[in-house]
T-cell receptor, first 112, second 111 residues
Framework: NAGVTQTPKFQVLKTGQSMTLQCAQD?????MSWYRQDPGMGLRLIHY???????DQGEVPNGYNVSRSTTEDFPLRLLSAAPSQTSVYFC???????????FGEGSWLTVV | RKEVEQDPGPFNVPEGATVAFNCTYS??????FFWYRQDCRKEPKLLMS???SGNEDGRFTAQLNRASQYISLLIRDSKLSDSATYLC????????????FGIGTKLQVIP
């Protein structure tokens, strides 16, 4: 029952450092997404993918890159971390026709 | 009007009470709506879908009011375990590929 697995769960970065949040799903879902959740704001879409080799920007893509080389994996890269990227990040997946979005357990990122 | 608006609460209710939350949306073309539940420091999980005819699942009832563009979630006989944040989710662009999440309404059920 792995579902959506994201790592690391907690990370502290210094301003300017880069890192990759890993996300994998074992449900053979076509759609995968990355969201960030900040106090007082709803989940905001960073990037999404509708299948291997296809990615697109969401509402808040600046400072982040993604790739989708396989159906299972959808890593999120922070290019040069900034304090404004301090947030909780959720990876999510669903089928192309399904209504249920499955989320990973979240990654708490602090940029100092 | 914002795409999705929710009262953040918190709603503090005693055990056994009935509580209702509303969520207003701006896109009149939206067809599908959802309520997700998010426990503290956990990921959101689908609670229920909202259909034109309404949807009931045990103590939970979801309703859609298209004329006034809001959806509602009613919880009867509240349990301590119902304490969570309830997120309203509305698809964009006529489909579910992108969705808008509300900020959530926090419910605290008190013994």
């Amino acid at each position: 029952n792995a579902g959506v697995t994201q790592t690391p769960k907690f990370q502290v970065l210094k301003t300017g450092q880069s890192m990759t949040l890993q996300c994998a799903q074992d449900m053979n879902h076509e759609y995968m997404s990355w969201y960030r959740q900040d106090p007082g704001m709803g989940l905001r879409l960073i990037h999404y993918s509708v299948g291997a080799g296809i990615t697109d920007q969401g509402e808040v893509p600046n400072g982040y890159n993604v790739s989708r080389s396989t159906t299972e994996d959808f890593p999120l890269r922070l290019l040069s971390a900034a304090p404004s990227q301090t947030s909780v990040y959720f990876c999510a997946s669903r089928t192309s026709s399904g209504n249920t979005i499955y989320f990973g357990e979240g990654s708490w990122l602090t940029v100092v | 009007r914002k795409e999705v608006e929710q009262d953040p609460g918190p709603f503090n209710v005693p055990e056994g009470a009935t509580v209702a939350f509303n969520c207003t949306y701006s896109n009149s073309a939206s067809q599908s709506f959802f309520w997700y539940r998010q426990d503290c420091r956990k990921e959101p999980k689908l609670l229920m879908s909202v259909y034109s005819s309404g949807n009931e699942d045990g103590r939970f009832t979801a309703q859609l009011n298209r004329a006034s563009q809001y959806i509602s979630l009613l919880i009867r006989d509240s349990k301590l375990s119902d304490s969570a944040t309830y997120l309203c989710v509305v698809p964009r662009e006529g489909g579910y590929q992108k969705v808008t999440f509300g900020i959530g309404t926090k419910l605290q059920v008190i013994p």
